[in-house]
């Protein structure tokens, strides 16, 4: 079965780091664009960063410089080290599967994890 | 960066009903949008893709259509477990990916 576990969330004060991860089954997570999406509470959806198949990475303008998205492929995990955190940033953090090489022009996100909680509070 | 926005917000329909959303994108998107269901407290979930493509296991009754700049989703009879927040998304030109601001079906 194909799945992705998310980790990591809690609770931290501005300014403050934090490392999530994304735990694969079922598939490489180095074969499909991996993604994370976050959702403020009771908002939308925000697309946050990705890392394409070479690990290649790209972020919202919102999180650049702050927050770095990595993978383990020896592990089949992803991570997502989030520095210099701000109270905007709480939200669920989900980590989704993207396209793969051949499918890179239809990028929509088939498999999603359940999400993680981050919240950003003194 | 493309906007996507989402019409009505909140959507009142009676089980049975057709429910009908819309998606405008700020400029063409050709068909490459995707529409995704949430629940409370759940992950999306991918329904449509292409526009018009239904996602493995979707039932027949969710269907979409447009192109360009004016998408369309249509539950055809809605059933109790269709209640949730709908969302599209572009995946025309990114990054960044971006979203409608969702639009919630809830029970009249």
């Known amino acids: 079965e194909v799945q992705l576990v998310e980790s990591g969330g809690g609770l931290v004060q501005p300014g403050g780091s934090l490392r999530l991860s994304c735990a694969a089954s079922?598939?490489?997570?180095?074969?499909?664009?991996m993604t994370w999406v976050r959702q403020a509470p009771g908002k939308g959806l925000e697309w946050v960063s990705v890392i394409y198949t070479g690990g290649t990475t790209y972020y919202a303008d919102s999180v650049k410089g702050r927050f770095t998205f990595s993978r383990d492929n020896s592990k089949n995990t992803l991570n997502l080290q989030m520095n210099s955190l701000r109270a905007e940033d709480t939200a669920v953090y989900y980590c989704a599967r993207g396209p793969t090489d051949e499918t890179w022009l239809f990028y929509y996100m088939d498999v999603w994890g359940k999400g993680t909680t981050v919240t950003v509070s003194s | 960066e493309i906007v996507m926005t989402q019409s009505p917000a909140t959507l009142s329909v009676s089980p049975g009903e057709r429910a009908t959303l819309s998606c405008r994108a700020s400029?063409?998107?050709?068909?490459?949008l995707a529409w995704y269901q949430q629940k409370p407290g759940q992950a999306p979930r991918l329904l449509i893709y292409?526009?018009?493509t239904r996602a493995t296991g979707i039932p027949a009754r969710f269907s979409g259509s447009g192109s360009g700049t004016e998408f369309t989703l249509t539950i055809s009879s809605l059933q109790s477990e269709d209640f949730a927040v709908y969302y599209c998304q572009q995946y025309k030109n990114w990054p960044p990916l971006t979203f409608g601001g969702g639009t919630k079906v809830e029970i009249k």
């Open positions: 292409a526009a018009s």
């Open positions: 400029q063409s998107v050709s068909n490459n």
């Open positions: 079922g598939f490489t997570v180095n074969t499909n664009y």
